[in-house]
């Protein structure tokens, strides 16, 4: 198993996320657009995932060659992101920003299925691979934060270039041959997406995205508006990856001692206690702090176990468009509709309405796992 070129994939793609996720809500504010156009860009990013994995999802399950997916898709995301620097037109940002998610947001997906296929029976062992991404997040937000408080945001598109091309580099290294055509699963795709279950998990999978939205798109402007420096804004950042890395090497005796089911409950459990805590509490920064690892929970524990599930329901040839499903419903229009949202709710009644609305989907989510999704699958199964 070429254990560490999958993992340089993850360093960078998280690495490139680290950048956009904290700080490209901040440059369009520094370009002057509010919060209103700054959740629609947001918004257009995660759009794309309704529509891009699914694409390449079929493609890749079809012809077997998911490395040529994630090679072209990251090519072309790196030469669309171009745009940007052309103008900072709103519509000209809105149209290169969706053009370039449609071909990045293609790549994970099919990496994701790769990455499982090389484990084969010890899937258990994705989380030891997976933190190699959560790494790169952390020395991205961390190494940013002390840059721009000292240079400012302006050099943002140029890093977001660099790390595009390191991950399209990285791609070229990992062989294709290593995840071969995969047999037909005999049960159709309409029949898997029909249980119960199933639509239990990508329900959940929506909601708890949709929560993560004003987080992921003005958690930073929040917190740089309450007087919070760029470097401690990145270190809490960090501290969040941090505890998410920290749960991925503990994830093997979470999913061997409890179902995934219950790791759900919990992780949306405590997503709406975090959302709470930081609508209500902006001010308090050691409460920020307990709230930032709690992402150890809301996304470690949450993603870890979800893609475990993904991969126990979607089995054989159905893999890629599953781990698609997962992308397109959770990141894609989950992400979408917290972001769009955020933005009017943050414009008009302010964080604390925004963030209270994010605790109720996540509860949302809860009470869907816990009626639809089996006690009894584990990590292992």
């Known amino acids: 198993m070429p254990y560490w070129r999958l993992s340089g994939f993850y360093f960078f793609y998280f690495a490139s996320l680290g950048a956009l996720l904290p700080y490209w809500g901040l440059y369009l504010d520094s370009l002057g657009f509010n919060e209103v156009a700054i959740g629609n860009i947001m918004a257009v990013i995660m759009a794309t995932k309704i529509v891009s994995p699914n694409v390449w999802g079929w493609i890749a399950d079809h012809t077997g060659r998911r490395m040529n997916i994630v090679r072209l898709g990251s090519m072309f995301a790196m030469i669309a992101f171009m745009g940007v620097f052309y103008s900072n037109d709103y519509l000209w940002l809105i149209m290169v920003m969706m053009v370039f998610s449609f071909f990045w947001n293609a790549a994970l997906p099919q990496f994701e299925a790769t990455t499982l296929n090389h484990l084969g029976i010890h899937v258990h062992r994705y989380s030891g691979i997976r933190l190699w991404g959560s790494i790169g997040f952390i020395v991205s937000v961390w190494g940013l934060g002390e840059f721009f408080d000292a240079q400012g945001v302006q050099f943002l598109p140029w890093i977001l270039f660099a790390l595009f091309a390191a991950i399209w580099i990285n791609s070229l290294l990992v062989p294709e041959e290593a995840n071969g055509h995969l047999k037909l699963d005999h049960e159709p795709l309409r ?7 199933v639509v239990g998990l990508l329900l959940a999978c929506f909601f708890i995205q949709a929560g993560h939205g004003p987080y992921y798109t003005f958690y930073s402007i929040y917190l740089n508006n309450h007087g919070y420096s760029l470097r401690l804004i990145g ?147």
């Open 191 to 197: 029949k898997i997406l029909f249980r119960p279950e």
């Open 235 to 381: 270190g809490l950042w960090a501290l969040g990856v941090i505890a998410e890395v920290i749960i991925f090497i503990l994830m093997y005796r979470l999913t061997s001692r409890y179902s995934l089911k219950s790791l759900l409950l919990i992780s949306l459990l405590l997503a709406a206690v975090r959302w709470m805590l930081i609508g209500l509490f902006i001010e308090n920064l050691p409460i920020l702090v307990f709230s930032q690892i709690l992402h150890a929970a809301t996304f470690g524990i949450f993603h870890a176990a979800a893609i475990q599930l993904i991969h126990h329901y979607f089995k054989g040839k159905h893999q890629g468009k599953g781990q698609a499903l997962y992308s397109s419903v959770s990141f894609g229009a989950g992400g979408a509709v917290g972001s769009l949202y955020s933005g009017y709710v943050f414009d008009y009644f302010g964080a604390l309405a925004m963030f209270s609305i994010a605790a109720v989907l996540s509860l949302v989510g809860f009470f869907l796992v816990w009626k639809l999704i089996p006690e009894k699958i584990k990590g292992h199964d």
